[in-house]
């Protein structure tokens, strides 16, 4: 059980700052591997955060 709340307090900070959206309405799938498309767009987000 603690497992899912880190993993679910990691889905938060990432939805919050702007990292990630998840796929659809918003729906995380942690036991999908990310698609090339969905990696490139967290790597751009993350260089424009830091960026700032």
């Known amino acids: ?16 700052v702007g990292l990630m959206s998840g796929r659809g309405e918003k729906q995380f799938q942690p036991n999908q591997l990310a698609s090339r498309a969905e990696t490139a767009q967290a790597v751009s987000n993350l260089q424009q955060m830091i960026a700032y």
Request: aromatic share 12%.
């Open 1 to 16: 059980m603690l497992g899912l709340l880190a993993w679910l307090g990691s889905v938060k900070a990432a939805t919050f």
